[in-house]
């Protein structure tokens, strides 16, 4: 854990590099169609101001809180001034070599509404081989998942959730327990949340998809980018150019207090759910 900017910037754990990036803050996703319209008609621009805050979270105090034969646990308190927001992050770590991350974060009054509230990072694209147990078999948000349904779903991380013409936000899965990612060698990386959680798995960094207006801007990197969600605005949509195009209140993301936890357990052969216990 880097005490400067309160993430965990390194993770290897039996054969596996955990993260290829940071395990970073995420309060953004690329911009749909409908969440440009909204924006632009209903005067909420000021949504634009999650963008990268997770670049902008200030570190107000990082320890060790307790240090116990085989369990270590890490705190870290910060704030982020634009949007003004608290952040607690606990991360509780094994000898075994699992993580339990603890998330715990108030969103000021005066903050405009964030898209989602979540942590993010990158894993080698080799770890392709997606299996999860949430809401499938295609993509689903808060306000578009009644026709899905909860089960055990397979894949391949690059190609199972579908894109648009369009570059923007894709591949969400709601009501999720747990999903793994695992190589060709069977080595792998378990993410269970303490309640159900959102997550995607996709071939390109948010920020590409926010950027790029067609597909052949789009950069495919030799990493995935990882989505871990406690929640996700719905996507809205009651027509794509005024509005209306905002998501019905019920799944919008409102200033307020919100936690969640889920467990990271690396593994180099078949583990199940269930025995991560901390």
């Given at each position: 854990?880097?005490?400067?900017?309160?993430?965990?910037?390194s993770?290897?754990?039996?054969?596996?590099?955990?993260?290829?990036?940071?395990?970073?803050?995420?309060?953004?996703?690329?911009?749909?169609?409908?969440?440009?319209?909204?924006?632009?008609?209903?005067?909420f621009?000021?949504?634009?101001?999650?963008?990268?805050?997770?670049?902008?979270?200030?570190?107000?105090?990082?320890?060790?809180?307790?240090?116990?034969?085989?369990k270590?646990?890490?705190?870290?308190?910060?704030?982020?001034?634009n949007?003004?927001?608290?952040?607690?992050?606990?991360?509780?770590?094994?000898?075994?070599?699992?993580?339990?991350?603890?998330?715990?974060t108030?969103i000021?009054?005066?903050?405009p509404?964030?898209?989602?509230?979540?942590m993010q990072?990158?894993?080698?694209?080799?770890?392709?081989?997606?299996t999860?147990?949430?809401?499938g078999?295609?993509?689903?948000?808060?306000?578009?998942?009644?026709?899905?349904?909860?089960?055990?779903?397979?894949?391949?991380a690059?190609?199972?959730?579908?894109?648009?013409?369009?570059?923007?936000?894709?591949g969400?899965?709601?009501?999720?327990?747990?999903?793994q990612?695992?190589?060709?060698?069977?080595?792998?990386?378990?993410?269970?949340?303490?309640?159900?959680?959102?997550?995607?798995?996709?071939?390109?960094?948010?920020?590409?998809?926010q950027?790029?207006k067609?597909?052949?801007?789009?950069?495919?990197r030799?990493?995935?980018?990882?989505?871990?969600?406690?929640?996700?605005?719905?996507?809205?949509?009651?027509?794509?150019?005024?509005?209306?195009?905002?998501?019905?209140?019920?799944?919008?993301?409102?200033?307020?207090?919100?936690?969640?936890?889920f467990?990271?357990?690396?593994?180099?052969s078949?583990?199940?759910?269930?025995?991560?216990?901390?």
């Amino acid at each position: 854990v880097d005490k400067k900017s309160g993430y965990i910037t390194s993770y290897k754990s039996k054969g596996v590099n955990v993260i290829s990036s940071p395990l970073k803050l995420n309060f953004w996703r690329a911009e749909t169609e409908n969440d440009e319209a909204y924006r632009n008609s209903k005067k909420f621009k000021n949504e634009l101001d999650w963008i990268k805050a997770e670049d902008r979270f200030k570190v107000s105090k990082a320890s060790v809180i307790s240090n116990k034969k085989g369990k270590v646990v890490i705190a870290v308190n910060g704030e982020i001034e634009n949007p003004k927001t608290s952040v607690n992050l606990t991360y509780t770590v094994l000898g075994n070599g699992q993580v339990k991350v603890t998330y715990n974060t108030t969103i000021d009054a005066s903050a405009p509404n964030p898209p989602r509230l979540g942590m993010q990072f990158d894993i080698s694209n080799q770890y392709n081989n997606l299996t999860y147990y949430g809401k499938g078999p295609h993509p689903n948000y808060s306000d578009r998942n009644y026709g899905s349904h909860v089960g055990l779903f397979s894949g391949d991380a690059k190609t199972m959730s579908y894109m648009y013409a369009y570059p923007e936000e894709y591949g969400n899965h709601t009501e999720t327990r747990w999903f793994q990612l695992q190589n060709k060698s069977t080595k792998g990386v378990l993410v269970k949340g303490d309640k159900n959680i959102s997550f995607s798995v996709l071939p390109f960094s948010i920020y590409n998809l926010q950027e790029a207006k067609h597909t052949n801007e789009l950069v495919e990197r030799n990493v995935l980018s990882v989505q871990v969600d406690l929640v996700q605005q719905g996507v809205g949509g009651d027509n794509t150019w005024s509005e209306k195009a905002r998501p019905h209140k019920e799944y919008l993301i409102n200033p307020g207090t919100y936690s969640y936890s889920f467990y990271l357990a690396p593994f180099s052969s078949i583990i199940k759910p269930e025995t991560i216990k901390f």
